[in-house]
Structure formats: C-alpha cells, structure tokens
C-alpha cells in the first residue's frame, strides 16, 4: 500500500479484514508536500467537512450510509470525533488524524513503514494499491505517466482558512445554522449589506493572487472546489447565490435576512477553531488578512491557518484502468483515492474501501464483484472506470445524475428518495453474495 491518506488506510483496513497483512508506505515526513501540515495519517488537508450526512435525498450522504454498512474504518472514525455542522459530518482534524493512526498502528496485520516509493515499486511487489492521492511525489507521477503512456491531467484545489473563534465578534455574528437545520445553532454567521457585500466582491477580483509558473497556467481548476475569488469573477452576485448566500438565515438583531452571509463552520472539538465555509482561495496571505477582516465580525480575526492553492493530478481512469482499479498496463498495481479521478475525501476513501476490498479477494483467490450501480458506491466506480468520457474525463464527486434511472415515473422531487432506497435494497443484497462467497 502507497499512501497513507483516507484511501490508503481505508484500503489497508479492509485488507487486513480478511487476514492478510499489509506494508503501508507513507513518506511524510521524509518527504512533504505543499498542502500538508503534519505527519499524520488520514490528514485532511483542506476542510473538516465530509459535507451532507443525509441518506435520504444527498448522494453523498447515501454514500456515507453505504460505506458505514461496509465496515469502514474512515467513517466509523468521523462518527467518533464529528463536531457540530448542522446536517453535514465534519470532525475534528486533529482527533481524526490521530484516532485513524492509532487504529492502524494497533493492527498486528499492519506494518507502517515511512518512506518515499520514488518511482514505480519493485517488479516482486506482485499486489499494489497506489493510493498516493492528488499530491503524488514527482518520480512516482512520472514514472506512472510512462507507463501509461498519456498526459497526466491536473487541476488545481484551493484551501479555506481557519481563524480562531475568540477573535470573532459577536456583537455582530450570530450562532444558526441554515433552516435551523442539526442542532440550530451549528454555525457562525456574518452578515453584510449590499454594499458591504458588493465592495467584498471588488476586493477579491482586484486582491493580490498567487503567481502561477509558466507551467500551471493552463491546469483548470475544479469546478466543485473553485478559490472565491474565481467565483466572484463570473458575476458580482455569484457569491450570494452560493457560498454567501443568506436563505435560511436571519440576523437576530434585525429580525430580518442579510444581503448576503459569511459562514464558518466548527473544526475542532473544542470548538475554538472554525473554517470559513466555501472560501477556498488563492488571495496572498497578505490580501487575505485585510479583505477578510473587512467582513462584519471578523475585523479582529486571527488566523490559525490561511488559505492556499496546491495542483493535484489524477489518472485518465476510464483509459487506463479495468473495472477493478487495476492499471491495464500493469494489472499488479490497483489505484485508489483522488488519483482515479474521484474529487472528495468520501469519494476518495469509497474507491479506497474497494481497491481493499478487490485485492483482498484476489489474494484469497475469492469472487469479489464491484456493487450494483444502482447503489453509490457502484455507480461512482462505474462511471470512473466506464461510464466517462475518456476524451473530457474530469474529477467528479458522487451524485444521483451517476445513477441509472428508476424503472417507474414518479415527481422529480421524489427521485432522489426512491433512488436511495433501491440502494439500499440493491447495498443489501449484495453485502449478502459478498458474505455468501466469502464463506
């Protein structure tokens, strides 16, 4: 195992599942990268949040439900050390971290050994899962990318900034949570009028930006996960009708709904840090301390972390991979995480759980059939490695358009219920064949 981000040790647990053991590679801290800030395993680099919980009418919460019937070890440890985010799951970073770590290090089957695999691994490592995520080390990109022989794509992720919550003024902010959704209460709200909201929008479009090398220029940007400033470009209301936008929301000192909103969310369990929700960016460090602080209640704002930008590369997978994540050019090597062109840290430890999953039964000399793809964890790993175009093949997160469609008609708003529940029924029975040709 190469990686030991959510992929890699979601992969790694559910190798040792069925006995056999694992050697987990991960080379923090011999060798870091840009984005991350600790050695730990399962680091989340960019927010807290593994976003809706809802299994009902949310793909990825239905994801979250599938994979916790699974047995995974990412979400049985999210559930352990979440932190109030109204309907979504987020957690602790650190806790998360550390709680994933000492859960593999406890495993006798597991041995994890610090180290860069600075290229392709040795020809007598006859059962590989790379799953080294969207900051793969040079050497082993390269060296990936002869093999396969096509262009690596990349993009670029932006990280939000987390401040501290005693430097927030809520004389100004106020505590609720979107339709009052979760507890009522589980964010913090920033309220700014039109022309507050308007002259924030002419901060980010004209603030001091990153410098790209001449290189990274034409690397596009994840549409899920684009930096405000992009966002704002696009129109001065953009922003309103996403990240800041005030629906649900009203200021409890006027009784009445903002222009717009700015929203943190909590990040630890302590509750003393909190992100600030959709402002992924990559302003200067600098421009991001004055613009921010221009928002009503952050004026004061300290920062434990400011935002950031880092390029991450996956594979063109429905070129280069089979329908069991293994690399048609070298079937002893299976991928998994963000590099099978999965954008999200559920998604990336979903193909994690079935890189783990499939190995395992190769191994054991076992049938494992990849899940229905009806269900979501089936229709994601069908559409990266069949269902996509290969020829404008982009990252995508797991939703109900990946889905085949209900065999009955029914209102549009009823779709997404009736889709979870045939996944369900559809998770169900194939859990049953799985255990069935296990035994």
């Not at 994890?112 to 900051?135: C, F, N, Q, Y």
């Not at 129109?235 to 309103?240: E, K, M, W, Y």
């Not at 090597?333 to 998604?347: C, D, I, K, N, P």
């Not at 065999?407 to 549009?412: A, L, N």
């Amino acid at each position: 195992m190469i990686g030991g981000g959510l992929a890699g040790c979601e992969a790694a647990w559910q190798v040792v599942q069925s006995g056999i053991p694992v050697i987990l590679h991960e080379m923090r801290p011999v060798q870091t990268t840009d984005a991350h800030e600790t050695e730990g395993l399962a680091e989340l680099v960019c927010s807290n949040s593994f976003r809706s919980d809802d299994a009902n009418s949310n793909a990825v919460g239905l994801l979250h439900e599938e994979m916790r019937r699974c047995g995974s070890l990412i979400f049985s440890t999210a559930d352990k050390t979440k932190v109030p985010a109204g309907g979504a799951l987020a957690v602790d970073r650190i806790e998360f971290s550390q709680a994933i770590e000492k859960a593999i290090d406890d495993e006798p089957l597991i041995i994890l050994v610090r180290e860069e695999i600075a290229g392709l691994p040795p020809k007598d490592w006859d059962s590989v899962i790379v799953a080294t995520g969207p900051l793969t080390s040079d050497p082993l990109a390269r060296a990936i990318q002869e093999l396969t022989g096509e262009d690596s794509l990349a993009f670029f992720d932006a990280i939000a900034p987390i401040l501290y919550k005693d430097s927030i003024d809520f004389d100004v902010a106020w505590f609720q949570s979107r339709y009052d959704k979760g507890d009522g209460a589980d964010y913090i709200n920033c309220p700014l009028s039109q022309a507050q909201y308007e002259a924030f929008v002419e901060g980010l479009v004209k603030g001091d930006k990153t410098v790209f090398k001449d290189w990274e220029e034409s690397t596009p940007y994840f549409e899920a996960c684009l930096p405000i400033e992009v966002m704002a470009e696009r129109g001065v209301q953009t922003l309103a009708f996403g990240p800041m936008k005030p629906v649900g929301l009203n200021d409890p000192r006027t009784e009445e709904r903002a222009h717009a909103v700015v929203q943190l969310r909590q990040d630890n369990s302590l509750g003393t840090l909190y992100n600030i929700v959709g402002f992924q960016t990559k302003l200067t460090h600098s421009e991001q301390k004055r613009l921010f602080r221009t928002v009503p209640g952050l004026k004061n704002a300290r920062f434990a972390r400011l935002g950031g930008l880092h390029r991450n590369t996956f594979l063109n997978s429905p070129r280069v991979l089979d329908g069991e994540l293994r690399l048609k050019a070298d079937p002893r090597l299976r991928f998994a995480g963000q590099m099978t062109g999965v954008e999200g840290y559920v998604e990336s430890a979903a193909m994690g759980l079935l890189a783990g999953r499939f190995a395992a039964a190769e191994r054991t000399g076992e049938v494992f059939n990849a899940p229905p793809n009806t269900t979501a964890l089936g229709a994601l790993i069908g559409h990266i490695t069949a269902g996509a175009d290969a020829k404008t093949f982009q990252p995508m997160n797991v939703n109900f358009g990946l889905f085949p469609p209900l065999d009955q008609k029914m209102r549009k708003r009823d779709r997404k219920a009736a889709k979870s529940a045939r996944a369900r029924d559809d998770l169900s029975a194939w859990l049953d064949k799985s255990m069935v040709a296990a035994e």
